[in-house]
């Protein structure tokens, strides 16, 4: 068997409650397009993504909100270039209403310049907006361990 040379991640699923609701969402804070949907009722589901690159699935499948206290999915991050395209998107959050983790942007960690915002979506999947540079304004919230790692 032999090893594939360039593997990537492909696309995220992610289910979710009220797909009308998170497909807005999405949409807004990620300006993904729709690729894809299914409308028929008990299999309705969203492709997002940017041009033909399917990056996120949307299946509406579930009930409650996000377990993070249960094994499986950690958070889901998304890196920009810049910390200015990261404070762009938390000024749409805020008026979205999102719930923050920290207060705006932080790094990764103690002296780390990588950063960004840590949130959650309408049904409490963490998620991350982050630069590789620009963060390192704020101090890290986290002592002796990564940001994104205990929130």
């Known amino acids: 068997m032999s090893k594939a040379e360039n593997l990537q991640t ?19 804070v990620f300006d ?25 699935t949307l ?5 409650g909100t996000f377990p993070a206290g249960l094994p499986g999915l950690h958070h889901l991050s998304f890196q920009v270039d810049t910390v200015e395209e990261v404070r762009a998107t938390e ?6 209403g999102a719930e ?4 705006g942007v932080v790094p990764h960690g103690e002296g780390a310049s990588s950063g ?25 919230p986290t002592t002796g361990a990564p940001t994104c790692g205990f929130f």
């Open 10 to 28: 492909g696309h995220i699923g992610l289910n979710v409650t009220d797909l009308d609701r998170s497909l807005a969402f999405y949409r807004e």
């Open 32 to 56: 993904f397009e729709v690729l894809g949907e299914g409308k028929e009722e008990g299999r309705r589901y969203a492709f997002l993504g940017r041009g033909s690159r399917l990056l996120v």
């Open 59 to 63: 299946w509406q499948q579930s009930e």
């Open 91 to 96: 000024a749409v959050l805020r008026t979205l």
């Open 100 to 103: 923050f983790a920290y207060d």
């Open 116 to 140: 960004g915002i840590f949130f959650t979506d309408p049904d409490g999947i963490r998620l991350e907006i982050y630069a590789p540079t620009g963060a390192d304004a704020a101090a890290a």
